[in-house]
């Protein structure tokens, strides 16, 4: 909720449902813990919940996000922020 509350774009992956999700946060962490949610821009690792919330108490947060995509703020008029939609014809995700 703190990124979007700055308006960054946020690419969610949900490694319980997309192996290859999980298979690049190994990758991107080898020898870490799994923990989520993990934050990364782009390919570099910022910090799990209590690293972005410190980050943004001290002000460091807005500094370290001030060159990523923004977008409004708002409900996505599509999937009502739904994110992962079921299909509509198999129920499946």
Do not use: W
């Not at 799994?34 to 690792?45: A, N």
């Not at 209590?50 to 947060?61: V, W």
């Not at 922020?81 to 129920?91: K, M, Q």
Request: proline share 3%; charged share 30%; glycine share 12%.
């Amino acid at each position: 909720m703190i990124l979007k509350g700055l308006g960054v774009k946020i690419d969610e992956r949900d490694v319980s449902m997309h192996a290859g999700f999980k298979k690049e946060l190994k990758e991107l962490l080898p020898g870490e813990g799994y923990m989520l949610p993990r934050v990364f821009l782009g390919r570099k690792y910022i910090g799990g919940v209590d690293e972005i919330c410190r980050m943004d108490e001290n002000g460091q947060l807005e500094k370290v996000v001030e060159s990523c995509q923004r977008v409004e703020n708002g409900v996505c008029e599509s999937c009502g922020d739904v994110r992962f939609v079921p299909c509509e014809t198999c129920y499946g995700s």
